[in-house]
C-alpha cells in the first residue's frame, strides 16, 4: 500500500481578517503534519472569489485552500512533505478576442511569458517553504510583511494580479456601468467621470511599473500586516488608489473591484510609451462593468458578513465577561453566609 495520496482541492481561496488568517494558517498546517495515513480521497469545497469573506458560510470548514484549478496538492505521509503547484490560468477569452484594442501578440507576450513567469517563479520559490501548501492569497498577505516584503511576494502577488486583470476585462467591454455600482461611483466620486478621472490619473502617475485599481473598503482599520491608504477614511466606500510593483489592495485588506496594468509590458507592443492612450482605451473599450458590479456584490456581502461575525463575538464577550461577574457574586454571598452562621 502506497504511503502516498493525493488530495485535490476545488476550493477557491478566500481572505480573511489577518488574525483569522493566521488561525486558518495554524489549522491549516497541523493536520498536515500530523494526519495519519488515509486512503486517497477529493474533496469539494464551496466555491468563491478570493475576497469573498466565506467564514461565516462554511462554518468551520477548514481545510486545505486551494484556488480553483489553479493548484494541486499532494501530502506525503510518510514523510509528512506537502507541494503545492500553481497554475497558469488562461485569459476567459480567446488571445485575439480583444484586437483591436489589444493585439495578439500582446497577450501572447503579456499572458503567454511574462504572466507565466511569474507562475513558474513562484512554484520554484516556495517548494519547501513554509508557504508550500498555502492559498495564493496566504502567501501574499504573509509574504508582504509589512511592506519589507520577501521574494515569494512579488511573484506571487503577479499571479494574483495578472488573473484579476485578464478577468477585469472583455471583448466589447466600456462603456458605463449600472445599478448598484453606478450609484456607489456617483455617491464616492461625485460623478461616473469624475472617477473616470481619477482612475486615469492614478494609472498615468503611477511612476514605474505598477497597477491602478478600483478597490472597496472595508477593511478594518488595523490591517496589521501594512500601513492603510486611507486610515481616516469611512468604509463601506469606493476608492481609487496605486501601487508599484506588484503590491495590491489585499495587503491592505480591501476587495479589488478593477485593475489596469500600467507595467510596459502591457501597453509598448500595441502604444509603445503612449500609456495614456492604452489607459484610455481600457477604460472606453475593454473594461467589463460586468465583472466589477459583480465584485462590488461579493465584497459588500462580504462586509455585511464582518460585521454579523464581529457583532457575534461582542455579544459573547459581554456574555463570558456577565457569566464570570455572577460568578464572583455567588462567590461573596456563600462568605457572607459562612460568617454570621460563625
Ligand atoms: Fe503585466
Redesign the pocket.
Known sequence: MSLCHTVTLTSYPFQLSKFERTLDMVAAAVPVATAPYAAPKSLTCTLGPPWQGLRGSLGSARSLQCPKKERRCTRKAGSCNVTAKFELKPPPYPLNALEPHMSKETLEY?WGK??RGYVENLNKQIVGTELDGMSLEDVIIVSYNKGDILPFFNNAA?VW??DF?WESIKPGGGGKPSGDLLELIERDFGSFEKFVGEFKAAASTQFGSGWAWLAYKANRLDVGNAVNPYPSDEDKKLVVVKSPNAVNPLVWDYSPLLTI?V?E??YYLDFQNRRADYISIFMEKLVSWEAVSSRLEIAKARAVEREREEELRKREREQAKASESEGVEMYVDNNSDDSESE
Do not use: G, I, K, P
Open positions: 503579456h511574462h504572466h503577479q494580479n495578472h486583470f496594468d507595467w509590458h502591457a
